[in-house]
């Protein structure tokens, strides 16, 4: 609905104003109450014809002019004027960009899952005298051809790849809704899909496949940690094999550490003794000094440290 046209309304005004105007300055008595009444007839008249002559359009609106029914031009935007009773004003074509929602319910894909779909319109009107005379309600068949094209789209594709590729999906529905708008003098700027619902219960099942997934891959990938892991320890293997000294400080090494900790006693295996030699002369003597050097750093009220071996 249009607002109300301020200018037509204040010309109205004005020539209303000077018609009584013209009546009170006349006015004389009795003699004068025919003259009167006909000045008023008079002046509403033409205050009317007047005020329905003018037309303000707005800056984005084009006016459809018939005059008896045919066309007759584009008007506005700003002032124009248009005859009385033999002019008429059909449409109101507006020319900015206008976005249409539209969607579809339960509709199935490829392979037969049913979907609702959320999508928006972007459009223009760029010949506004095919919009008005081409298409009756144009913005109401825009919105049926959306739909319709967006079923067509739909139908034609399979749920993953509606899922994954909503941008295709977008592109598609464009040149589809484009050509069919295109007659009607309307250009689709774009066209977003900005929603897939999909069954609850086929929603959860597709969750929980997603999550063996994640699980399966996890299991790969600590699979190859623990093969990578083996792989070091084989090849440290090999060092410590040719190499007794540097497997037997390894052995002290990892004493140490483990004495380092807040537990005294550390339990160490015989075979590892023998293997290490840990139960040695250079092994008990360096174990020694290690237990001493740690003494000496913890404060003096400490329990003395208990080796087994």
Do not use: C
């Amino acid at each position: 609905m249009r607002k109300i046209n301020y200018f037509a309304s204040l010309i109205f005004v004005i020539i209303v104003g000077i018609g009584f105007w013209v009546i009170y300055a006349n006015y004389s008595g009795q003699e004068s109450y025919s003259f009167a009444i006909w000045t008023s007839v008079v002046t509403l008249l033409i205050a009317g014809l007047v005020t329905s002559s003018i037309k303000v359009a707005n800056q984005w609106e084009k006016a459809v002019l018939l005059r008896l029914g045919k066309f007759r031009a584009l008007k506005g935007p700003g002032l124009f004027f248009i005859i009385p009773v033999i002019d008429t004003i059909a449409y109101w074509i507006d020319t900015r960009v206008i976005t249409t929602n539209f969607k579809t319910e339960k509709t199935l894909t490829k392979d037969t899952v049913p979907v609702d779909v959320d999508a928006v319109l972007f459009w223009k009107v760029i010949d506004p005298k095919k919009a008005a005379l081409d298409v009756a309600e144009y913005q109401t068949a825009i919105s049926w051809a959306s739909q319709t094209a967006l079923r067509d789209v739909i139908g034609k594709t399979m749920l993953s790849d509606m899922l994954e590729g909503r941008e295709k999906i977008s592109h598609e529905l464009q040149k589809i809704i484009d050509d069919r708008t295109e007659p009607w003098g309307v250009n689709v700027i774009s066209v977003e899909v900005k929603d897939v619902l999909i069954p609850s219960a086929l929603e959860d099942a597709m969750s929980m496949q997603a999550q063996a997934e994640r699980e399966r891959q996890a299991r790969v990938i600590l699979g190859d940690s623990e093969k990578q892991v083996a792989d070091k320890f084989g090849e440290a293997a090999k060092t410590y094999a040719d190499n007794p000294t540097a497997l037997h400080l390894r052995a002290m090494n990892m004493l140490y550490e483990g004495l380092k900790q807040n537990s005294t006693i550390v339990i160490v295996p015989s075979s590892a003794v023998d293997s290490m030699q840990l139960g040695g002369l250079s092994g008990i003597a360096a174990l020694t000094m290690e237990l001493q050097k740690k003494n000496a750093e913890k404060p003096q009220d400490n329990k003395q440290d208990k080796i087994a071996e």
